[in-house]
């Protein structure tokens, strides 16, 4: 599909974003909804998702702090939460690393697990589109301004409905990532990547600070990389019999 022009690419980047932004509302009422019923004013809740923009460290975050832990242990926390950007970073830096700093940084800001799901599948498709980056940003904002909104919508019900953070809208975002991963999975060392990290994810998940993730992680790229050695030498000895 040709992008011809910065706004028909901008608004494509919005278009195909949008099953996740349908996917991320009840995930935004969620963590509204968890800062009416905590110590946080309503204006820190929004302000958080103006300046942060990150739902699962948000939701950490928003539990460590009703649970009045040190801001150590609450940076700690969503810090490695947060690691798994590096390895969106990695994955997307050879198709914007042409970019002046200013749209680089821009872009950093917006990136969310959607939006890297959709971007992801946007190279794979167009590597040498030359508005690619406008295809990023309406992506990346239109996530923003779904998450504002979202949030906003939570404040507000929080506080006229305390109930609303019980009735199991944060069944939302595992389907969301379910729905990020799934489409992902169509060789193997993706497969193996994913079998890894949802095991150690598991037998991990009792490690405080959110460890077991990172240690998921870290076993989900071990694992994709020597799938991918593996497939590879498969190949050279086939090439060479």
């Known amino acids: 599909m040709p992008h011809l022009t910065p706004l028909s690419s901008f608004a494509a980047g919005a278009r195909d974003t949008l099953p996740m932004l349908i996917g991320a509302a009840p995930f935004g009422i969620i963590s509204g909804a968890l800062v009416a019923a905590s110590q946080l004013a309503l204006w ?45 970073a990695a994955t997307l830096l050879p198709h914007v690393s042409h970019l002046p700093a200013r749209w680089r940084w821009f872009l950093g800001f917006l990136m969310t697990d959607e939006t890297f799901a959709v971007m992801n599948t946007f190279y794979l498709k167009h590597t ?56 992902q999975l169509f060789c193997k060392p993706q497969l193996a990547a994913a079998i890894a990290a949802g095991v150690s994810a598991w037998l991990l998940r009792d490690l405080p600070y959110k460890l077991g993730l990172m240690a998921a992680t ?6 994709g990389l020597a799938s991918s050695h593996w497939l590879a030498c498969i190949r050279a000895a086939r090439s060479n019999a």
Not at 44 to 49: D, N
Not at 159 to 175: C, H, I, N, S
């Open 44 to 88: 820190q809740g929004q302000f958080m998702s103006f300046s942060v923009f990150a739902g699962s460290s948000q939701l950490i975050a928003i539990g460590l702090a009703a649970a009045q832990a040190g801001m150590l242990a609450i940076w700690m926390a969503t810090f490695i939460v947060n690691l798994r950007y590096i390895l969106y």
């Open 128 to 183: 040498h589109t030359p508005h690619g980056h406008w295809y990023f940003l309406g992506s990346g904002l239109s996530m923003y301004g779904n998450w504002q909104f979202w949030t906003l919508v939570g404040l507000l019900f929080g506080v006229a409905f305390p109930q609303l953070r019980t009735l199991g809208l944060d069944f939302a975002m595992v389907a969301t990532f379910i729905a990020i991963v799934v489409p």
């Open 218 to 223: 870290t076993a989900g790229v071990a694992a």
